[in-house]
């Protein structure tokens, strides 16, 4: 561990900066079980070696083709940090400086020791000093401009019906468990026994008596219980209209008098508006009924849970650690923490991640990837163009309305045209969770004042160095940062077929977002407005619904089947992906007839399905698979793996999969959206 007094020499031999580089996960038939019959079991046909030689390692709760190329990325970016924070020569506001005193604050645990619970020292006698639901929404102005939970969540993001504007919206939120099935559900009642006793003994770590930190825990579990009771389920969240409720801010602060809003609002900074958006209004209401009915002292308790619960990462040891056992241990399966280097690395990346991603891309990022990525995103787009202007089921009115939201499709590839710019962030190499929160409260200002003002469209919401990749309704944008445009999903050195069935797939699935079941609700110009007729918005349903019944009927644990209604978007994306990068794959080959040739045995058709289903090979923790079947809206990788490919016709005809075969799915229960 670094001493914060060390110099930049000391900084350079404390570190490894030669790391070496982990493989590169690439496809490879060297991946494949071919002593399983793919007619039996395709996934493990595709995967079945890697899924035996790549156990989750023990700092992780999941290990996938995303883990191993993020894992490889973590390493990139590890020598970038460490040689950042040996080198102090150049600007005090440069990207490189900013990153590594960063660095250096988090790796300082012999300072994190001396300091002990210093750094909430006074937020704890700030919160002893609440005596009103005034001081108590000021106070939880000042949390969440920081980045501590509590309560409600609250932020600034496009308003759904007039996109081109930015909105100040309210939603549910407030609770230390991941999701409010966990406090109503009897198969999270281990979870809710464990939860009470972490809660018990943070308290504890803070000096109250092992009566008093019982008590204390009892308090949390009762008005978060409330909060959970009144919260909606995650399936009811995904609905954009449901969820879109605008408000006069003088309506909903009198509609809802215990609660503080206006001063909540002035604490923020926020600027004078009249409207507000509020996800959730029953869950504001029950809020506001349980300030009437608690005293202040339960909420000074909620309180000191939330800050302990939002700053032990960035604390000393035992907090922290007492943290992991339950958040990473418990909860998702985790049995050691990821090494401090790489905790940092997380931190800095959601805190100043753009400065971090400049100096990642001028790394690791070769302008031809970005050429490339571009081209088969044309190749798709074509494609999805050509479904649209010929789809049987859709009348012609809804579309032409499709294909005008289509024309105005954009996409982003790599990294912004413009990093951000923390200069305005006071960053010190001797204080941790200092940088943390100044870097929270630049990011929550930087939002804020936007309110009432155009939307930023060249903004990203994910860092250069992310795997992964999304879809912005909105702005009806596909965006795919540079972290993913490596193997195995997108690899230069590859076969079309291979990155036609990865890649290629990624492409075809943020473009079908804006087709899925909720992303087919915004129009051309990214706003929530109802253009299907009624009756294609109902054949579109019943195409949905197979999709609903046929993930709902995988089983991911004994007794815990996927959510079919919650993970419906990820899963029509896969499909429209699967089934627009093969036609655009046939489209390649076509154009160049050489290219059709087998590689390892195997036909490009072959290749194609076999490349999807690698891409999403995982194993898993069994606490994080019940954790991710409660709260992700993305089925787990072993059914990614095979969903798509058993809807469409073109893989049974590749593998000569019959209607006797396990891998067989009647024709009438195929869904075909897009």
Known sequence: ??????????????????????????????????????KQDFYHFAAGTWLKNNPVPSDKSRWSG???????????IRNILESSAADTSGPAKSPKREVG???????????????????????????????????????????????????????????AKNSGIYAFHLSQGGLGLPDRDYYLKDEFTKQREDYREHVTKMFRLIGKSPTEAAAHAGIVLEIETALAQASRTRVEMRDPTLNYNKFKVAQFASTNSASSWNAYLEETGAPEMETLIVGQPDFFKTVDKMLKERPISDWKVYLRWHLLRSTAPYLHEEVEQ????????????????????????????????????QLFVEKHFP??????????????????????????????ETRQKALAKFNRFTQKVGYPDVFRDYSKVKLRR?????????????????????VGKPVDKTEWHMTPQTVNAYFNGSQNEIVFPAGILQPPFFDV????????????????????????????????????????SEKDAKEFDARAQKVVDQYSSYEALPGLKVNGKLTLGENIADLGGASIAYEA??????????????????????????SISQLWRTNWREAELRRRITVDPHSPGQFRAIGANVNLQEFYDAFGITADAPMWRAPESRAKIW
């Open 1 to 38: 561990m670094i001493a914060a007094a060390a110099t930049g020499g000391a900084l350079a031999s404390a570190w490894n900066t030669s790391a070496e580089e982990p493989k590169i996960p690439r496809f490879s038939a060297e991946n494949m079980d071919k002593s399983i019959d793919p």
């Open 66 to 76: 995303f883990e191993e190329l993020q894992e490889r990325n973590w390493m990139l």
């Open 101 to 159: 005193d960063f660095f250096v604050s988090a790796m300082d645990t012999n300072r994190l020791e001396k300091l002990k619970f210093k750094p909430i020292l006074m937020d704890l006698k700030r919160i002893s000093r609440v005596n009103s639901a005034q001081a108590l929404f000021e106070l939880l102005a000042s949390f969440h401009q920081r980045g501590i939970s509590g309560l409600f969540g609250a932020g600034v993001s496009p308003d």
């Open 322 to 357: 007492e943290s992991f056992a339950f958040y990473g241990t418990k909860l998702r399966g985790q049995i050691e923490q990821e090494p401090r280097w790489q905790r940092a690395a997380h931190t800095i990346d959601g805190t100043i991640g753009e400065a971090l991603g």
């Open 367 to 396: 302008p031809e990837a970005k050429t490339r990525m571009n081209e088969l995103i044309g190749n798709l787009r074509e494609v999805f163009q050509d479904r649209l202007a010929k789809l049987d089921w859709m009348s012609e």
């Open 430 to 450: 001797n204080d941790y969770l200092g940088n943390v929160q100044r870097a929270a409260i630049f990011e929550s200002h930087r939002e804020i004042v936007r």
């Open 493 to 532: 050195k590859a076969d079309d077929a291979v990155n036609y069935g990865a890649i290629g797939m990624v492409i075809g699935h943020e473009i079908t977002h804006g087709y899925d079941d909720k992303g087919r609700q915004f129009d051309a110009d990214g706003n929530l407005n109802e253009w299907w």
């Open 585 to 610: 794959l046939q489209r390649a080959l076509a154009k160049d007839p050489s290219k059709r040739k087998n590689i390892d045995g195997f036909t490009p058709e072959q290749r194609f399905f076999l």
